[in-house]
């Protein structure tokens, strides 16, 4: 499966984005849907993962209450909606897939998750 990013671009603190990851494929009821962002010079990030077949979430602290990620199980698409954004959540996000046979707890661990999509840059004015 094929994961494509899309969304980002350039919005005022303050502003919102809308983010969607999009499969070639179907995603399967154990699979997290994850996204993780990385800013210049910096370490990959998690931000948010959801349980593709309950719809369970878990988030950063640092985007708790401002971002919201979801799914849309009829175009096999994940959704992360950014609002409230900051000049700190600047960074080229990508989504990510766990792929497993069985359920299994959330991580935020990048090395965990099995494929990989291209980034969008969101970009975020102060």
């Known amino acids: 499966v094929q994961l494509q990013a899309s969304g980002g671009g350039l919005v005022q603190a303050g502003g919102s984005l809308r983010l969607s990851c999009a499969a070639s494929?179907?995603?399967?009821?154990?699979?997290?849907i994850g996204w993780f962002r990385q800013a210049p010079g910096q370490e990959r990030e998690f931000v948010a993962v959801i349980n593709w077949r309950a719809g369970k979430t878990n988030y950063a602290d640092s985007v708790k209450g401002r971002f919201t990620i979801s799914r849309d199980v009829v175009k096999d698409t994940v959704l992360l909606q950014m609002n409230g954004l900051k000049s700190e959540d600047t960074a080229v996000y990508c989504c990510?897939?766990?792929?497993?046979?069985?359920?299994?707890?959330?991580?935020?661990?990048?090395?965990?998750?099995?494929?990989w999509g291209q980034g969008t840059l969101v970009t975020v004015s102060s």
């Open positions: 990510a897939t766990r792929r497993s046979q069985r359920a299994t707890p959330f991580s935020s661990f990048a090395y965990d998750y099995n494929e």
């Open positions: 494929g179907p995603f399967f009821s154990n699979d997290h």
